[in-house]
């Protein structure tokens, strides 16, 4: 007769239910399904049974032989070949606060359900400390009333330098659990398998293999016949025959508030639930790590949560927190390392050395190009060993060429990349992943702005560097890297020379991505980085540039002000330079400022002085923008015919299509706020179709959102919100937060006023959320202002 535990978790799988879904239809707690199923409450009421009977709906005999098992019914099965005394019960104490695992939980005891039919063979994979020996001996235990005539346990220590056990050493001692005389066991390992097999066959025994390193050391070592072996291994394992991988994930943010729960009290987690998320973010959800921190939370009771959360969040003493003995989590991960370090294959020793390096990428998933470029090899040695990381689950394959790295092995790749001794390797390998990105961000740049007038400040090595052929690669690769572009670069400010070296010409490469993207907290600090790095003298055009890029986020972040002073500084470094190029396009820059300011006459004059730049130095592209920056102001004082020849001439200079579209663009909005609305939607629909014509979804978007101003001003609700919901889409697609903000902002109004204020509120709320996390406060504010004041009578943005 099984346990109740195996028997009611057997019901449940047998009907395709989770442990939440069982609890829900009984009208029990989650709680109380998995304390039945871990074999903790063995004697459950009866109508607490009857509401289990019912939600699964189970046969009378199925259910008579639930209510025995919880009576006591359950023991191990006589067989002939077993006794009492001589049946080997070998596997470890299962803990008392095991937490989640669910789903592969069910998949191990399926799987066993199965091993009378055949022999099964499973193999629970996972980076170290993930908890796979916890799952095997717990299944073991929830699954041993299938298995008679014993449970052998055999700890491999597969990774243990120095004393992993040998086939024969753990065939061995196996003979030896079944009764063998130590005397009479053979000493080659062929003749010990055969006596081994020989004395399991015609038996049903479950085999716990805990921490196995090869397939070699297993093969000898695999039962036949009705029996099962539960391997544990961090490798794969994927050539074992007929065995079923089951491969375990650290925990969810909920899987790990419950485990910290579980360890180290239920009231003092709930009490302060704000840091004991955190400690689960911080530590990554490694249940290893989370033990060890419940651990010393116990162990020191009067301590605030805050206290622990203090202590991770530096990260060079990270993992001496957690455990600086055998147990801990630097030894578990120096453990699998080592496997690397000292093997005879010359490839694994170098994926030992590649790991280090991993901790100067940090973004959420590393590219294989970027690791080729820190490593100074070929992109496919580089994956090669790429993946020999994967296999020991020191790095997750999440696509082709794309990896992520676990936080705290990156912790612990960092504290060995900082020996002093490995200073010139550090340095000379951010040097090369520096050079790969400033030449990716200059290929996007002339993709996002090919009329910009910047250039990079030394040649670029664009070997391995993404080819972007449109406007949705590039900007959709630069938010899978910026993280580990910023990380990179704030590395190379510890590195004499280096910041200056790469910073100047990374960030002025970027600003075509982060001004697509509106990512202008971004821009500010990476600006603010390159500024820091070096003098204006010694190079005053390229500070020329970084301080009119500068004063970019201090403008549309409404701090106009701030972005005059920087655009003066900067206009400066053109004069002391003599750069007229740059020099035309402050002098536009500082127009549009004054305008935003009401200064209209002074941003004439500077319109007007920048025209005139531009025309000495015969360049198209300034020359160009010069006239479009007039065109503006003078439609807004009302020389219309100075602004139509302005709007024209900016036109026909215009040299690609993004460039024209970009124009058509600012000439519809001038026309929109002069009241020429016909002309407005004339060139609002010249700019779409080049914008179509181009693939540009940012501008499309915009445009989409310029012409649904005119249609809700016209009245015209449901054609202005049709433009918004189009607008939307392409944003959700592309990823573009800023303009999704906007549009939504915007749908808010038009529900507002078509008698939607609860719809109203919760689209105004979803664009709040959005500009409070880009950092723009002012636009989150006005929202605020208008979810109080009800509808607007104007579209924003």
């Not at 699964?56 to 006589?78: C, I, M, S, V, Y």
């Not at 080592?338 to 590393?366: C, K, Q, V, Y």
């Not at 690609?656 to 026309?671: I, M, P, Y």
């Not at 609700?717 to 990823?735: D, P």
């Amino acid at each position: 007769m099984e346990s109740l535990a195996a028997l009611l978790r057997g019901f449940r799988i047998a009907a395709g239910l989770t442990q939440a879904r069982l609890a829900d239809t009984a009208g029990l707690s989650e709680q109380a399904i998995s304390l039945l199923e871990r074999g903790v409450r063995r004697r459950p009421r009866a109508e607490t049974l009857q509401a289990i009977s019912s939600a699964l709906n189970l046969t009378p005999d199925e259910e008579r032989q639930l209510f025995h098992a919880a009576r006591g019914g359950a023991g191990p099965r006589p067989t002939a070949s077993s006794s009492s005394a001589s049946t080997p019960r070998e596997l470890p104490q299962t803990v008392a606060d095991f937490t989640g695992r669910e789903a592969p939980l069910d998949k191990v005891l399926g799987a066993l359900a199965r091993a009378e039919l055949s022999s099964v063979r499973l193999v629970i994979t996972g980076m170290g400390g993930v908890g796979k020996t916890a799952l095997a001996v717990h299944a073991g235990h929830l699954a041993a009333d299938r298995f008679p005539d014993g449970q052998l346990y055999v700890a491999l220590r597969g990774y243990d330098p120095g004393a992993a056990l040998t086939s024969a050493e753990a065939l061995g001692q196996m003979l030896r659990s079944l009764g063998v005389q130590p005397e009479t066991i053979p000493d080659g390992v062929d003749e010990m398998a055969r006596l081994y097999r020989s004395r399991v066959a015609g038996r049903r025994m479950l085999l716990l293999l805990d921490d196995a390193s090869s397939v070699d050391q297993l093969t000898p070592l695999l039962p036949t016949g009705g029996s099962a072996a539960i391997v544990t291994s961090r490798r794969f394992l994927a050539t074992l025959p007929g065995s079923v991988i089951v491969r375990l994930p650290t925990f969810t943010a909920a899987e790990s508030m419950r485990l910290l729960a579980n360890v180290a009290g239920e009231d003092r987690v709930s009490s302060e639930e704000a840091a004991a998320r955190e400690l689960a973010e911080l530590t990554g959800g490694l249940p290893l790590a989370l033990r060890l921190i419940g651990a010393r939370m116990t162990a020191r009771p009067s301590w605030m949560l805050r206290h622990f959360v203090d202590q991770l969040q530096d990260e060079r003493r990270r993992l001496d927190e957690l455990g600086l003995d055998h147990s801990g989590v630097r030894a578990t991960f120096a453990s699998s390392l080592n496997e690397l370090r000292t093997s005879p294959r010359e490839t694994d020793r170098e994926a030992a050395d590649a790991f280090d390096l991993l901790s100067l990428a940090r973004g959420p998933e590393i590219s294989a190009q970027l690791v080729a470029r820190l490593l100074g090899k070929p992109l496919l040695t580089t994956e090669r060993l790429l993946e020999r990381l994967v296999d020991l689950h020191l790095l997750d394959s999440v696509a082709p060429l794309r990896y992520q790295l676990h936080d705290l092995l990156r912790a612990y790749a960092g504290e060995r990349l900082s020996a002093k001794e490995r200073a010139a390797e550090r340095r000379a390998a951010i040097e090369r992943g520096l050079r790969y990105y400033v030449a990716a961000a200059w290929q996007a740049h002339r993709v996002t702005h090919p009329w910009s007038l910047r250039q990079p400040t030394e040649e670029l090595d664009l070997t391995d560097v993404p080819v972007f052929t449109d406007l949705t690669e590039a900007p959709a690769w630069f938010d899978a890297e910026y993280d580990s572009i910023l990380d990179l670069y704030q590395a190379a400010s510890a590195e004499p020379g280096l910041a200056r070296q790469f910073g100047p010409s990374l960030a002025l490469g970027l600003f075509g991505y982060l001004e697509i993207r509106a990512h202008w907290q971004r821009m500010q600090t990476l600006f603010d980085l390159a500024l820091a790095s070096g003098r204006a003298e010694d190079d005053p055009v390229t500070w020329g540039w970084l301080e009119h890029d500068r004063a970019v986020p201090d403008i549309e972040l409404g701090h106009l002000e701030l972005g005059r002073v920087r655009l003066l500084r900067s206009l400066s470094h053109f004069e002391a330079a003599g750069n007229s190029v740059g020099l035309a396009r402050c002098c536009s820059s500082l127009s549009h400022v004054c305008e935003l300011l009401d200064h209209v006459d002074e941003a004439i004059a500077w319109g007007e002085r920048g025209l005139k730049v531009a025309q000495h130095a015969g360049e198209p592209g300034a020359l160009g923008t010069s006239q479009l920056a007039l065109g503006v102001l003078y439609n807004r004082v009302g020389r219309s015919t100075e602004a139509a020849e302005a709007f024209q001439a900016s036109l026909e200079l215009a040299d690609n299509d993004r460039s024209l579209a970009r124009r058509h663009r600012v000439v519809a909005t001038s026309h929109l706020a002069s009241g020429a609305v016909e002309a407005a939607i004339g060139h609002f629909h010249a700019a779409l179709t080049l914008y179509a014509g181009i693939d540009d979804p940012t501008g499309l978007a915009e445009v989409l959102q310029y012409l649904a101003k005119v249609e809700f001003a016209r009245g015209h609700y449901s054609e202005a919100e049709e433009k918004i919901r189009e607008g939307l889409q392409l944003t959700e697609l592309h990823s573009d937060t800023h303009r999704r903000a906007w549009l939504l902002a915007n749908l808010a109004t038009i529900q507002d006023v078509t008698g939607k204020p609860a719809a109203a509120r919760r689209t105004r709320l979803q664009a709040i959320e959005i500009f409070e996390a880009d950092g723009a406060t002012a636009a989150a504010d006005e929202l605020r202002r208008e979810q109080v004041a009800g509808a607007s009578k104007v579209l924003g943005g």
